[in-house]
């Protein structure tokens, strides 16, 4: 698998695996009926380094973005988001994507990621925790899940020095 930094010509092929879960609506708190106009600058945003993984035929399959999570004296703390085609689970992408990035947020001097708002019962909460991550707090009944109800928000930390 190749991980890349992403060019705007990706976007047709991050689109439809975008759309698709966050339409699911048990990931993301973004709102499930996003335009794919409103999508693309919140994803594709020139403040962000976006990445794409390709499969050996050259699919996308996953793309991730790393940014700053806040500004002035704390930008030194990153944020990143991770989607990985539904399709294409349980082959290591989502991993892979993540190990890239916490390589590429070091490399850019952040010294610590933090996620503001992971679904306590998102399955990636697994993934996160296996990496070094580690609940600082819940925001309990903060997300209306479609399947499970009000559910938490976890706020998620790694050190990365």
């Not at 940014?67 to 085609?85: E, I, L, Q």
Request: hydrophobic share 45%.
């Amino acid at each position: 698998m190749l991980i890349r930094e992403a060019v705007a010509d990706d976007w047709s092929r991050i689109w439809p695996f975008w759309h698709r879960i966050v339409a699911a609506a048990d990931t993301y708190t973004w709102d499930p009926d996003t335009s794919e106009e409103a999508a693309r600058a919140l994803w594709m945003n020139p403040a962000k380094r976006v990445y794409v993984a390709e499969d050996p035929s050259g699919a996308v399959v996953g793309s991730a973005y790393l940014t700053p999570n806040y500004g002035g004296p704390a930008a030194h703390v990153a944020n990143a988001g991770f989607m990985v085609d539904p399709g294409q689970g349980g082959r290591g992408i989502g991993r892979a994507l993540a190990e890239h990035v916490l390589a590429e947020a070091r490399a850019h001097g952040f010294s610590a990621m933090v996620f503001n708002a992971v679904v306590e019962t998102n399955p990636a909460v697994g993934l996160w925790t296996s990496l070094g991550f580690t609940v600082l707090g819940t925001v309990p009944e903060a997300y209306d899940h479609p399947r499970h109800g009000r559910v938490g928000l976890h706020i998620m930390y790694k050190s990365l020095t």
